[in-house]
């Protein structure tokens, strides 16, 4: 789900807290509300009309910088974005305005978070926190912040510390009765991404229905919210194969979002969409999609935004399920070289990006290239994500895969055993994409000598199979 952060409470607050309405801050929340339906450009202009009709004197000065920075991280112009906040947290210190402070302060963190600077994100959110503790008044947004904490923590390899910082969060919301609330809606949706880290799937879809029922609630069936709600819950079915009930979030995302003008949600929702149709085999329609959510990407956030990476990325996926290696190998160095420049060298980003392109040259049967890659990748994401993550798992039975080509059978074995413990984990021991894992295992075993597990583990994979088509067979309606 996107991370919206407050712009428009924000300048609401700076206008409340000084009692006028002056033109500067008037176009500083048309900025903020043009940003609201995805018009990013309209909505840079008048931040910046309002920033330069506001002197160095003017009141509203912080409140302007903190919305126009604000929208740079919306749009990933993190350079753009860190020192406008940070001048607006200059000017902040010594006005002593701790809602807007704290506001300001969780956008500055939010900005390094993306950019894998963690250790500096969590301080600015822990001041944040203690400057909202004093107004007690605002219990939503203490939440809001405790969520993006726990978000934080599970970044850092702390779920037990991203557990309890949730259930802070909800448990003010459950003591302010604030069940209806787009604050509420916001946390759960950090719920669920906790819930699905740490291997709860079903009950991370269970918070994001309710979810999404809040936002129905507040503003009908078509808002933009309802779409952004709709999208991760999506995602959600994707994760476990549910590509059905996922088509149908995401159609629904991409009918609301065709009726407002063109958004990044909308290129979101295009991209996961054309996901779905590639792994049901509707392999040029998904490329289709994905090629819109791509140009829609680079025409509202530019050329080197990281979500322009990803759908090169997803792209080069379809075109490999096409067979077409060389037009998806340059989408790769594509996606990778302007995910370098937003990243740091250990960020998962980079190391998903080496994932995917040891995938492509083991298609390509470039098995030492594929070793190299894989295996850095395994080290990057082993370093920066919880074990529990699915990129972990994937990398390393990508690895154990190419090993076992290359005939390398000892270290092959223990990296898919290590790499099934974790997908097993993530997904479940009855999920169908464990099978093919399991077979190619089972292969190694054998050359091993190692026969009994060698049998066990086929009778799972076997057993996998004969549930799946169990399960189509019963889903066919000709069935």
Not at 150 to 164: H, R, V
Request: aromatic letters at 4%; hydrophobic letters at 40%.
């Amino acid at each position: 789900m996107m991370q919206r952060h407050c712009l428009v409470i924000c300048i609401v607050l700076a206008v409340s807290a000084r009692g006028q309405t002056p033109g500067p801050l008037e176009k500083a929340a048309s900025g903020a509300e043009l940003l609201r339906h995805g018009r990013h450009s309209e909505s840079e202009n008048q931040f910046k009309e309002a920033l330069a009709n506001c002197s160095s004197e003017c009141q509203q000065l912080p409140a302007i910088l903190n919305g126009l920075g604000g929208l740079y991280y919306e749009i990933g112009r993190y350079g753009e974005a860190e020192p406008l906040l940070l001048q607006a947290l200059d000017l902040l210190s010594r006005e002593q305005d701790n809602r807007l402070q704290a506001a300001a302060l969780g956008n500055l963190a939010a900005v390094y978070r993306v950019q894998g600077r963690l250790t500096e994100a969590k301080p600015l959110y822990e001041h944040a926190l203690r400057l909202q503790g004093e107004n007690a008044e605002d219990p939503l947004q203490s939440s809001s912040m405790l969520a993006r904490m726990a978000l934080l923590a599970q970044d850092m390899g702390d779920p037990s510390g991203a557990e309890k910082l949730i259930q802070r969060a909800l448990t003010g919301l459950e003591r302010n009765d604030t069940e209806g609330t787009a604050e509420t809606a916001g946390t759960l949706g950090a719920w669920a991404a906790i819930l699905e880290s740490e291997g709860h799937p079903q009950q991370a879809e269970e918070v994001l229905r309710r979810a999404l029922a809040i936002r129905q609630r507040i503003s009908g069936p078509n808002d933009i919210s309802i779409a952004d709600a709709l999208n991760t819950l999506g995602v959600s079915y994707s994760h476990r194969s549910q590509w059905s009930e996922a088509e149908a979030s995401f159609r629904r995302a991409v009918a609301i979002l065709h009726t407002n003008p063109p958004s990044s949600l909308l290129a979101a929702a295009l991209n996961n969409l054309g996901t779905v149709w590639r792994a049901v085999g509707r392999r040029k329609e998904a490329e289709d999609s994905i090629r819109q959510a791509v140009a829609l990407w680079e025409l509202l956030l530019g050329q080197n935004h990281p979500n322009v990476a990803a759908g090169f990325t997803n792209l080069a996926a379809s075109l490999e399920a096409r067979g077409r290696y060389e037009e998806a190998s340059r989408l790769l160095d594509k996606a990778r070289a302007i995910d370098e420049r937003n990243f740091p060298a250990n960020h998962p980003r980079i190391g998903i990006d080496l994932s995917r392109a040891g995938t492509l040259a083991k298609l390509r049967k470039h098995y030492a290239e594929a070793e190299t890659l894989f295996l850095h990748s395994a080290i990057i994401l082993e370093n920066a994500l919880l074990s529990s993550d699915p990129e972990v798992g994937a990398a390393l039975l990508n690895l154990a895969d190419v090993l076992r080509l290359e005939k390398k059978f000892g270290p092959s074995g223990a990296t898919y055993k290590r790499g099934l413990a974790m997908l097993t984990s993530a997904w479940g021991p009855d999920d169908i994409r464990l099978a093919p894992w399991l077979e190619a295992y089972v292969s190694v075993l054998r050359q091993q000598g190692e026969f009994a597990e060698a049998g066990r583990l086929e009778i799972q994979a076997t057993r996998l199979r004969a549930n799946e088509r169990r399960r189509k067979g019963s889903s066919d309606p000709k069935a």
